[in-house]
């Protein structure tokens, strides 16, 4: 790096603006592990996400 011009170029850019949020319905939590579903927050009742709304089908499926 040559300092004898007296150039200063950053090494890094600057920071990429934050990401807005996307148009749309908002997607609810899962009741269990918090992580967002495939449901809107507006759907009534406990919501779940794929992977808990799966082992709660397995779970209740060898219960009887």
């Given at each position: 790096m040559d300092e004898s011009n007296?150039?200063?170029e950053p090494?890094?850019?600057p920071?990429?603006?934050a990401?807005?949020?996307a148009d749309?319905?908002?997607f609810a939590?899962?009741?269990l592990c918090r992580k967002p579903t495939e449901y809107p927050e507006s759907v009534k009742g406990p919501t779940l996400c794929p992977v808990c709304e799966w082992?709660?089908?397995q779970r209740?499926?060898?219960s009887g």
């Open positions: 007296g150039s200063h090494y890094c850019g920071p990429a603006p990401p807005r949020e749309g319905p908002r939590n899962c009741v082992q709660e089908a209740t499926a060898c």
